[in-house]
């Protein structure tokens, strides 16, 4: 039976291309001459939004906010390595804390890493802001299908806006 099947491996392997070597008197596939097998972590990094602070504690308000930005993996669980760092898009450098690292795949390892942003409450009614995370300097074994993580900062000031019925010409102030 062992013999059959090898003969019928040897014959498959001819019929596809692989080299084909006598051993015995048997055919052998020759396995040697494969290119070694490609093996890939495919990586991308999750979008967040959140408003810019006002979180109520016992002690009065905490001005951040922790944007939470998920690096999932796919694909073969080899090792490798990743950098990430926050870019301005349409955000000040006070509206939230730069951040930069590297995140460690270890083989076999989770098939999610975290990137964590604090955003900082500005007090001035706006527009929404923007920020990236950006992937970058993937190791042999990564692949970056989406680099690029887009943190939203939803304005949570109001701006004062006199009421409705307020007659014309008359004059209003905003209280804070």
């Known amino acids: ?25 048997i055919a052998h596939a020759d396995y040697s001459t494969l290119p070694p097998l490609v093996c890939e972590r495919s990586i991308s990094i999750s979008d967040d939004r959140g408003y810019e602070g006002d979180i109520p504690t016992s002690g009065g308000f905490y001005f951040q906010t922790l944007f939470a930005f998920t690096v999932t993996s796919s694909g073969c669980n080899r090792a490798g390595t990743v950098a990430y760092q926050t870019q301005h898009f349409t955000t000040e450098p006070f509206d939230y804390t730069s951040t930069s690292g590297t995140l460690t795949f270890a083989s076999g390892d989770a098939t999610s890493k975290t ?19 950006k992937l970058s300097a993937p190791s042999a074994d990564i692949t970056v299908n989406d680099g690029w993580g887009l943190g939203t900062i939803l304005n949570d000031d109001d701006a004062c806006v006199a009421p409705p019925d307020l007659p014309p010409g008359a004059e209003w102030q905003c209280m804070e």
Do not use: C, H, Q
């Not at 500005?122 to 995370?133: A, H, L, Q």
């Open 115 to 133: 990137v964590y942003v604090w955003v900082t409450r500005d007090g001035s009614p706006g527009p929404n802001e923007f920020f990236w995370v």
């Open 1 to 25: 039976m062992t013999r059959m099947f090898k003969r019928l491996a040897a014959a498959i392997a001819a019929a596809v291309g692989l080299p084909v070597a006598l051993a015995g008197g």
